[in-house]
């Protein structure tokens, strides 16, 4: 199958699997996993953080970061789009008792600063406490400008609020704004990234912060069920996609303007968006379930209905675009 549904579908292969079974394990929980602790150190070396906590999924990253910069009945200024916002449940107010104030997103992915400005409360009794600011990069595929983030950090910092990063897909922007990825995580204090989604581990997501913090969110980590014990096995595969994945997302992005290119072609079809490794496409609603269908029975599998997203990724090659784009074009010429 051509799967464009997400880039979460890479399945891990032979070397990975490899990796993975030689890897030296212990129980993470006691903290003397060996390649877990590994992983956490090459992260924190590699965006230039003090500490890394190794975690099985971003949500979960994510929330436990929120959680330690906030307590009960503090705020975090968030993306209608966010998503730790919009895609993670509510974790953060389920959760973490933490209310969050969303700002809509410009169609850059940025919050703007006046917006910002005047989101943030006076200390006053009648207020949830504003207390950090989480931004999002790559957002709907989308790299942050890094004149904005500086701004927006900057504006945070100044106002007493702390900054989180959910990085999920920061290797994307790193590589598509050939910057290293310690530049794109040096506005933040804290920064979740990714291993399941273009890097192609089945599993894993990392923190990035100041030691103080990662320890709170170490705590945070078991409460919330997701201490794990010979989960070196896991970071294992994170290690080798670090060392082997990260210059191929270069491909899926080409990939991805490919694809953007032969669908533009398309009279029915009109491209919304393309960037790093994301195309937005508005397909009539009448066409979406048909096509999803079509395309189905030839061994592509999409995801119209939802938001006629389609995501390139380390698993679909330069010639399963062709053969994407043949596919839709015919569909269209029945
Ligand atoms: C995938 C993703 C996450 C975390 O998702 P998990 O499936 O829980 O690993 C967080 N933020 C963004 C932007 C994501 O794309």
Redesign the pocket.
Known sequence: MIDLRSD?VTRPGQSMLAAMSAAQVGDDVWGDDPTVLELQARLAERTGKEAGLFFP????S?LAALMAHCARGDEYIVGQSA??YKYEGGGAAVLGSIQPQPIENAPDGSLPLDKIAAAIKPIDNHFARSKLLAL?NT?GGKVLPAEYVAKATQLARDRGLSTHL?G??VFNAAVASDKPVRELCAPFDTV?I?F??GLGAPVG?VLVGPKALIDVASRWRKVLGGGMRQSGLLAAACLYALDHHVDGLAQDHANAAHLAAGLAQIEQIRIDSHATNMVFAHIPDAYCAPLEAYLKERGILTQMLYASRFVTHRDVSREDIDTVIRAVKDYFAR
């Open positions: 979460t999924s971003g949500t979960q994510n998503h730790t999002e957002i959910d999920a897909r979740s990714c399941s989604k997501s």
